[in-house]
């Protein structure tokens, strides 16, 4: 780092959130003396803004970039939109059912709602998960902000990824779902418009990541920060390696650079 830091900015899941969905309360305490110093949090994650709200009520981030890219906020404003038309959402649905299997799942974030035609209700599975709007997408008539899709196939993933030319897609790795959003939405592209209406550079922000649509955010900014359990291809490409995201990581590596004035 060659200047102050002026943003600390985390994913999310792997990141952030411990295995069991929550903040320590020492990553909250370490983060609150990162405020008091005038360093700003942030949040940077795939999920949707209502979807990462569930996590975040204590912590109150300052800048929340959610639907991976697609969405902006700077405290309580919207800087930023990126969204999918309805006639476009309802071709990318169409076009998923189409090469993938009318049984493949979906879900669609939109401003206010998370949409999925799950087959299993999700709170089943993981009781933190966010609240989903059930859907079998017929006649859906919104417009998106980000689409996921299931597909274990990776042949009729790479169809989809052609087809959807207008999208960028990321899959992630703990599972077999890829996510679209418009073509160039990503976390590194919601961070250039946050320094554009702050005023500091990507050289002022220290990022955290773990999946591969942190890699982009991690080397754009002043100083990337890889999780101990971070796949291998976001290590190989982080400027730093910290503790897990179970071991305090975060908490301990902010404890011994940042409030030693060591960054």
Not at 45 to 63: A, G, Y
Not at 100 to 110: N, S
Not at 193 to 213: K, L, P, Q, W
Not at 243 to 263: C, H, K, Q, R, V
């Amino acid at each position: 780092m060659n200047q102050t830091c002026k943003l600390l900015l985390f994913d999310l899941d792997g990141t952030l959130l411990r295995s069991d969905k929550s903040i320590s309360e020492k990553t909250l305490s370490v983060l609150n003396q990162c405020r008091e110093k005038g360093i700003l949090i942030g949040v940077s994650t795939s999920r949707s803004e209502q979807n990462s709200m569930t996590f975040l009520n204590e912590l109150m981030p300052d800048i929340l970039i959610s639907s991976g890219g697609a969405l902006v906020k700077d405290g309580i404003d919207y800087i930023y939109k990126a969204e999918f038309s309805e006639f476009e959402t309802r071709n990318m649905i169409t076009m998923a059912i189409t090469v993938c299997g009318e049984d493949c799942e979906i879900t669609i974030d939109t401003t206010n709602e998370h949409y999925w035609n799950y087959k299993i209700e999700p709170k089943k599975l993981d009781q933190s998960w966010g609240d989903s709007i059930y859907t079998d997408f017929t006649d859906f008539s919104e417009c998106a902000l980000k689409m996921c899709v299931e597909i274990f196939d990776e042949e009729k993933a790479n169809i989809l990824v052609e087809r959807l030319e207008q999208c960028d897609c990321i899959r992630f790795s703990d599972g077999y779902w890829y996510k679209f959003t418009k073509k160039n939405v990503t976390k590194e592209n919601a961070i250039t418009r946050i320094t554009e209406v702050y005023g500091f550079g990507t050289e002022s922000i220290i990022a955290f990541g773990d999946d591969f649509a942190d890699i982009g955010m991690l080397e754009l900014c002043g100083l990337g920060v890889a999780m101990g359990n971070a796949i291998d291809e976001v290590k190989n490409r982080a400027d730093i390696v910290i503790g897990s995201n179970d071991e305090e990581g975060i908490a301990f590596f902010i404890e011994e650079n940042l409030l030693t004035g060591i960054l």
